[in-house]
């Protein structure tokens, strides 16, 4: 039993570390809502004095903010689609006894250690390019015309690298739930004479619905913040520009650091809405 003299150094030994975290975390944001009341342009004089709330209404008046806010959800919904469902039917085939299992885990996860950066260029040359892509090459083999990916479905294109580096991550955790689940429910069911579908969507996919509504809310509080894949592949063309990319132009290309100030702002209450929606349905699967 924990005594007052131990309790007390615990939070002793725990301090600097709390200490540290918070000036991590509140440090970057009070420099955020400072510059997001400022009118701070480096290279038209530096700070030119208070602007009140003007960055707020001109960053959510701008006609860039709204289509940014629809592209970054249109990728993330997409993201997470594909990476549930794939995931799923990975983590059951990866379940299963075969030769070598270790080996093809191993190369299932290693995607997710690419870097978003690397994972962009690496799709983006060897997959996607409409000259010497593989893709291109498959389309002439079968006698067809490359298709020009990141110009006509840019969409599709984000959604596919990103689904790409975050499905280990998905399969990884659903295959943990999966490897929990009680054999003798399957096999009852079974002798029941319950057809496969009806095993898979009655019994697998309740057991999974905690671990599913899990990779959902950690992966859309990564995803709502995506820019890497989307730099270096369309730099934000084609109506791919998110609102993490739209800050970045703000910032950096129009060096104006109190309206990209403010757009930091919308983002992070974009994503706290987004995580509070998500987090009561983790709370209702959780205590279910």
Same mark, same amino acid.
């Given at each position: 039993m924990?005594?007052?003299a131990s309790r007390?150094?615990?939070?002793?030994?725990?301090?600097?570390?709390?200490?540290?975290?918070?000036?991590?975390m509140?440090?970057?944001?009070? *420099?955020?809502?400072w510059?997001s009341?400022?009118?701070? %342009?480096?290279?038209r004089?530096?700070d030119?004095g208070?602007?009140? /709330?003007d960055?707020?209404?001109?960053?959510?008046t701008?006609?860039? =903010?709204?289509?940014?806010?629809?592209a !970054?959800?249109?990728?993330?919904?997409?993201? $997470?689609?594909?990476?549930?469902?794939?995931?799923v $039917?990975?983590?059951?085939?990866?379940? %299963?006894?075969?030769?070598? %299992?270790?080996v093809?885990?191993?190369?299932?996860?290693?995607?997710? =250690?690419? *870097?978003? !950066? #690397?994972?962009?260029l690496?799709?983006?040359? *060897?997959?996607?390019?409409?000259?010497n892509?593989?893709?291109?090459?498959?389309?002439?083999f /079968?006698?067809a !015309?490359?298709? +020009?990916?990141?110009i @006509?479905?840019?969409f599709?294109? &984000?959604?596919?690298?990103?689904?790409?580096?975050?499905?280990?991550?998905?399969?990884?955790? $659903?295959?943990?739930a999966?490897?929990?689940?009680?054999? @003798?429910?399957? +096999?009852?069911a @079974?002798?029941?004479?319950?057809p496969?579908?009806?095993?898979?969507?009655?019994i697998? &996919?309740?057991?999974?619905?905690?671990?599913?509504? #899990?990779?959902?809310?950690i +992966? !859309?509080?990564?995803?709502?913040?995506?820019f890497? @894949?989307?730099?270096?592949?369309?730099?934000?063309?084609?109506?791919?520009?998110?609102?993490?990319?739209?800050?970045?132009?703000?910032?950096?290309e129009s060096?104006?650091?109190?309206?990209?100030?403010?757009g930091?702002?919308?983002a992070i209450?974009?994503?706290?809405i #987004?995580?509070?929606?998500l *987090?009561?349905?983790?709370?209702?699967?959780?205590?279910?």
């Open positions: 924990a005594t007052k007390s150094a615990a939070r002793v030994m725990m301090a600097p570390a709390v200490i540290l975290l918070l000036g991590w509140l440090v970057p944001l009070i *420099m955020t809502l510059f009341f400022r009118n701070y %342009q480096p290279l004089g530096g030119l208070f602007a009140g /709330f960055n707020y209404i001109r960053f959510v701008s006609s860039a =903010f709204w289509p940014a806010v629809v !970054t959800l249109v990728i993330v919904v997409g993201a $997470l689609a594909i990476t549930v469902m794939l995931g $039917l990975l983590a059951i085939l990866l379940d %299963q006894p075969m030769w070598g %299992q270790g093809v885990r191993i190369l299932v996860i290693a995607p997710f =250690f690419v *870097m978003p !950066t #690397v994972s962009g690496l799709w983006k040359n *060897m997959f996607l390019d409409s000259v892509g593989l893709f291109a090459h498959l389309w002439k /079968f006698g !015309t490359p298709v +020009e990916w990141l @006509e479905n840019p599709l294109s &984000i959604i596919v690298i990103v689904s790409w580096q975050w499905l280990p991550f998905a399969t990884l955790i $659903l295959l943990t999966i490897q929990s689940l009680d054999s @003798e429910q399957l +096999e009852a @079974e002798m029941d004479g319950a496969v579908l009806k095993r898979f969507w009655h697998v &996919i309740p057991h999974l619905s905690r671990a599913i509504t #899990v990779v959902i809310l +992966e !859309t509080i990564f995803l709502l913040s995506i890497a @894949e989307i730099f270096v592949t369309t730099a934000g063309a084609f109506g791919t520009k998110t609102l993490t990319y739209l800050i970045f132009q703000r910032v950096l060096q104006n650091v109190g309206l990209g100030s403010a930091g702002v919308y209450i974009l994503a706290n #987004v995580a509070i929606f *987090m009561r349905i983790v709370g209702k699967n959780l205590d279910a």
